[in-house]
């Protein structure tokens, strides 16, 4: 054991227990295995200097046996004895003292040093037991952190984007990966501490030959060493040290978490090692969450495009109708910066909204002309049947008061509640918007689709009477800027006045 830890313990009481049974005031010392003194008994007490010059003269704690050692320098005599293998016990007497007492110092100073070992190898148990569960409470602390993020985001490939943010700033790594080459995803934090020029390689290199030996391993990999031979052929001899985790899913490998620092930072250790293997489990099931969490919204998408082709089957006119009052209402509410919870009920309020045409009969839906009043009644049925096909989904709770309302006017003349102004859910006010304007722009079976121009003209008409005045202003803002969809969805454009 180093003279430092020697120094953390009290030798006081062995003082006092020397001086009781030998009767003497002797100069007591602790010294580590070097030399150098650790303790002594003495305030002020030169044994130290004196150890010192010893050192000097050559003298070097040799020991014969595992007895009291001896050794008579010009201006006093040195006896010691070992303390197992981690210092000495020693004791300067003078060299005119006799010998005729020191059994009874031998056998003293073999009990002290005894107590003294026994002190070392509880303290290194108890360090030991400290460190234990310092790593313990690390991973609980890890544990804690995790399960608290994934409950605040949204799942998603956003979702390991920012739990590996925080496992690079917990760990003090510099690079945090998670691969998963079966779905092409490498997701990448990073926690520099100086600048990796070729990260891109790096990941690459975790994409390939790191991920196919974790799979045949199915072990973690710890590459500290620069001579690790391993190097060659997994990392290309990159010059970063290696903590590489496999993420087990029904007894494959199905991905890897990936730690990477500079090699000036420390070495990867046996507790890095641990908290790794639990990121990779939480990992593991996060993965199979995430999946799932993906095949059911791919379901969802499936379900609702269905529905869609239901209702757009009816009125070929109205073909792309629910796709593009969706994509508008979504442009609507980014802008306006929705919820996370928001925007995802507006996705889905926006695509379902006519969901309930599908119950208007077909010479209604598709008539040419006018319609006669008991006609536009069915019309007017459409909002509460949407909300009685989405209502018994439990997903699509938030969502219904966006399909059910979207025909509500701002001065509480619309169907089929009258709600008025700020009464009306804002979901159903963006959709409204996104919805009048392609109602303008789209062929009807009684009429052509009109311009761009006409139909911003017109919305601006009815703004603060059918329409709300906020969400017209962040429409009229994003077409401000010219916005891509006004081309990509066929939208006439009027030609502007030739400059004289």
Request: net charge negative.
């Amino acid at each position: 054991m180093q003279a430092d830890t020697l120094s953390e313990l009290d030798y006081t009481r062995y003082a006092r227990w020397l001086r009781r049974v030998t009767g003497a005031d002797y100069d007591l010392a602790v010294v580590g295995i070097g030399g150098a003194v650790a303790w002594s008994s003495v305030s002020g007490s030169s044994i130290a200097s004196w150890l010192a010059a010893l050192a000097e003269s050559g003298f070097a704690w040799s020991c014969v046996g595992d007895g009291m050692q001896r050794h008579d320098a010009p201006d006093a005599t040195l006896l010691y004895l070992p303390v197992r293998s981690h210092g000495f016990l020693a004791i300067r007497v003078a060299s005119t003292e006799p010998d005729s007492g020191w059994d009874l110092l031998a056998e003293t100073l073999e009990d002290i040093a005894a107590g003294i070992a026994d002190d070392i190898a509880s303290k290194v148990e108890l360090d030991a037991m400290a460190l234990e569960l310092s790593e313990r409470y690390e991973e609980l602390h890890l544990v804690y952190a995790i399960d608290k993020q994934v409950q605040q985001l949204e799942p998603g490939v956003d979702l390991f984007q920012r739990l590996l943010q925080s496992w690079a700033v917990h760990m003090d790594c510099d690079v945090a990966a998670f691969v998963k080459p079966g779905e092409n995803l490498c997701v990448h934090a990073t926690n520099l501490s100086a600048p990796i020029h070729n990260l891109d390689l790096v990941l690459v290199e975790m994409r390939g030959d790191l991920y196919r030996f974790a799979h045949s391993s199915r072990a973690p990999i710890v590459i500290n060493e620069t001579g690790d031979p391993r190097r060659a052929y997994i990392f290309t001899d990159l010059p970063y040290k290696l903590l590489c985790c496999p993420v087990i899913h029904n007894r494959n490998v199905v991905a890897i978490l990936v730690l990477a620092n500079h090699l000036a930072k420390p070495d990867f250790s046996n507790s890095d090692r641990k908290l790794g293997e639990l990121l990779a489990n939480q990992l593991s099931s996060l993965s199979r969450m995430y999946g799932m969490l993906t095949e059911t919204s791919r379901f969802n998408e499936q379900m609702a495009n269905a529905l869609i082709e239901a209702v757009e089957a009816k009125d070929p006119y109205t073909r792309g109708h629910s796709e593009r009052v969706h994509y508008i209402s979504m442009q609507i509410g980014a802008a306006m910066g929705l919820s996370s919870r928001d925007t995802d009920d507006l996705f889905w309020g926006s695509l379902l909204h006519d969901v309930g045409k599908i119950g208007i009969p077909d010479a209604v839906l598709c008539k040419p002309g006018r319609l006669t009043a008991d006609e536009y009644t069915f019309i007017m049925v459409h909002p509460e049947r949407s909300y009685e096909i989405l209502r018994h989904i439990d997903r699509l709770k938030g969502a219904v008061p966006g399909a059910r309302h979207h025909q509500e006017k701002w001065d509480g003349t619309g169907y089929p509640h009258g709600l008025q102004g700020t009464d009306i859910p804002l979901l159903a006010r963006i959709i409204a918007v996104a919805d009048t304007y392609d109602s303008i722009t789209s062929s009807r079976a009684y009429r052509a689709g009109r311009s761009h121009e006409v139909a911003m003209t017109e919305i601006a008409r009815v703004s603060g009477v059918q329409l709300d005045p906020s969400v017209v202003r962040v429409l009229e803002q994003i077409c401000a800027l010219e916005p891509e969809w006004i081309a990509r969805f066929n939208i006439q454009r009027e030609r502007a006045a030739a400059v004289a």
